[in-house]
């Protein structure tokens, strides 16, 4: 989320205070009307998604297995502890692998030895000539077939003596131990103390507490518009107002046919709950940095050229601020609780960006009409009279549309009686959770 809405979010947050942001609409315009509206064009953002439920999974899960078999010794955690990265959680009876270890070292020292002595035999074979007791040469006929079968003998033993010394090392490099991998919480607990077990047994299942993912499925209408790595948000249902960034992480090739209705399954990664929090902190810090030195906070200066609150309401604020502070550190509220913890299974509503667009015209999707593909609005004049304008359009929601040439910031455009009964500022629809505040675009 961008840093410059999170200081607003915490600076109001911090004082208690509420701003309701202004757009299209004015306060006649959201109530139940008998007559045509009468909308002001503005600027603001609007963003297109692909929304669907789903539940939350854990992202990152290991199996920790036995790299050798015995008895089981010691298991020293349970289901539910947390752990922490080369913390000790099982072990094994060591003294079967010690003895193993054992062998294996007189088997490679057997194989060292049963090679050197091929290679001797060999080296004696080879020799075309040798000295009697006399001190006369003698020269021997060798069978070539002879020295064929002592190369192929000294080949086995230097096979042999591999395979030891492969077999050794593969046991000094194994583990009578099972330690954490990372930060985590045990999940599950396959063994008990006592218990004999081979190699590749899994002892202990673990998982990464701060990294969950999501699968929704998407219809055959909106997959194409899904893209790997694209921007996503995750709504926590039991958590209402909080929505935490997230990315899509795949996109299945095949399709999930349920009673003729095509699906394409979707899965998302949430961002990790302490890159968030990392990110609050920082901006909690550069927000209250500029409160202890007495300068107004930046966001609420660009608050006031915006027009989004007067100059009076800003040192207000401030001083509300730093008579909150008090020469201390203020423990500032933050968008997700220190001791916030997601769970598995969560009812989560995923929300894919597709597409979207910052301080752009913005006005009702009822105030535009097509006629042989051409789009025209309503536009009142200063003098009440109202002239039919032809416009161009970009991207629309089930709201709003973005107008790209046609019209002007300030102009005034009608919506017909009957199609719609109350209006919503673009900056307040959106996703659950986002706070929009003109000009600010959506947090990251």
Known sequence: MTMKVSKIVLILMLCGI????????????????????VV??????????????????LSVMEDLAFEISGTVEEILVEEGDSVEKGQLLAKLDTSEWEKELTKLELDLLQAEINLENAELSLEKAEEETSTSIT??????????????IKELQVELAESRSEDALEALTEALEASPEIVAPFDGFVTKVNVDGGDEVKKGTVAAVIADPNKFEADI???????????????????????????LPAKVAHISPTATIQQGVVNYNVKVEVESLEEIMQEQQQARQEVMEEVTQGELPERLRQAIEEGQMTQEEAEAMMERMQQAQGGRQVQVPTAIPENFQLREGLTVTVSI????????????????????????????????????????????????????????????????????????????????????????????
Do not use: H
């Open 217 to 243: 499925l998407v219809s055959e209408m909106d997959i194409m518009q899904v893209k790997l790595g694209g921007e996503a948000w995750v709504q926590v249902d039991a958590m209402q107002g909080m929505s």
């Open 135 to 148: 001190g006369d040469i003698v020269v021997k006929n060798t069978d070539p077939r002879e020295i064929d």
């Open 18 to 37: 509420s701003v309701v942001a202004t757009g299209c609409a004015s306060e006649s315009d959201s109530a139940s009307v008998s007559e045509d509206l």
């Open 353 to 444: 960006i597709v597409d979207e667009r910052e301080d752009v015209l913005l006005v009702p999707n009822g105030a535009i009409t097509t006629q042989r593909g051409q789009t025209y609005v309503q536009v009142l004049s200063p003098d009440g009279t109202i002239e039919e304008r032809a416009i161009t359009t970009g991207i629309s929601d089930w709201q709003y549309t973005e107008v790209t040439d046609g019209l002007s910031e300030g102009e005034e455009v009608v919506v017909p009686q009957g199609t719609a009964t109350t209006t919503t500022t673009p900056e307040q629809q959106g996703p659950p959770g986002r706070i929009m505040i003109p000009g600010m675009g959506k947090p990251r």
């Open 40 to 57: 002001t064009v503005q600027r603001g953002d609007l963003t297109i998604d692909i929304a669907a439920s789903g539940n939350l999974a």
